[in-house]
């Protein structure tokens, strides 16, 4: 799928934004996924790392993969990985539904602010299905399908049972939403 926001300066500093912690703040992930120190995350869709950064910091015994489809994305996410120390962090570069990583390589999947990018989300649930382990956990957090000053236009955002239905459809089970933020739908799957 093209990208047509790609690497534009303002859109890096938009995602790089401080204020993005005020209301999607990437701890509060953490702590409805209860990750072990020692597992395995992937990012799909990492951007410049604003949800992978601090996970990777955070559980220093994990391992981190930051996958994103854009060349220059993966780029600033390994520069600041490796100026941060964080040699629990690999980069990806992937293609729009598939991520060059084997079967059952994760605990968790973390989508931050992307479901409303896809075009066709079906063929990327279920690489996600492949990639987690079984009874690994998927966590999907997008805007809200709601007027509230912060998500996009109706037609730009996607509807909680559409959420469900893609996640049901790729094989996930037990899905559930998480009452944690103002702007966004959280939901998870398990594999
Ligand atoms: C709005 S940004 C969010 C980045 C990051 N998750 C965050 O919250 O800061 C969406 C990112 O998804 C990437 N992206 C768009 N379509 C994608 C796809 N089909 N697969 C993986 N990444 C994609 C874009 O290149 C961009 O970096």
């Not at 469900?164 to 594999?191: C, K, N, P, S, W």
């Amino acid at each position: 799928m093209a990208d047509t926001l790609g690497m534009d300066p303002a859109r890096i500093e938009r995602l790089r934004s401080p204020e993005r912690l005020e209301y999607f703040h990437p701890d509060r992930i953490w702590e409805v996924l209860k990750p072990a120190p020692d597992c395995t995350l992937i990012d799909i869709g990492s951007g410049v790392g604003f949800l992978t950064l601090p996970f990777a910091d955070r559980y220093p015994q994990s391992k981190a993969y930051g996958c994103d489809i854009l060349e220059g994305m993966v780029g600033l996410l390994r520069e600041d990985a490796a100026e941060r120390g964080l040699g629990n962090l690999e980069t990806v570069l992937m293609q729009p539904n598939s991520v060059n990583l084997p079967d059952d390589t994760a605990d968790f999947i973390v989508m931050g602010q992307l479901h409303h990018e896809l075009d066709v989300p079906e063929p990327l649930m279920s690489e996600c299905k492949r990639l987690l382990k079984p009874g690994g956990t998927i966590a999907i957090i997008d805007w809200a399908d709601a007027d509230n000053g912060k998500s996009p236009p109706v037609g730009r955002r996607v509807p909680v049972a559409d959420m469900q239905a893609q996640l049901e459809d790729a094989g996930f089970g037990d899905i559930q939403t998480h009452d944690v933020y103002e702007f966004h739908t959280f939901m998870t799957g398990v594999a």
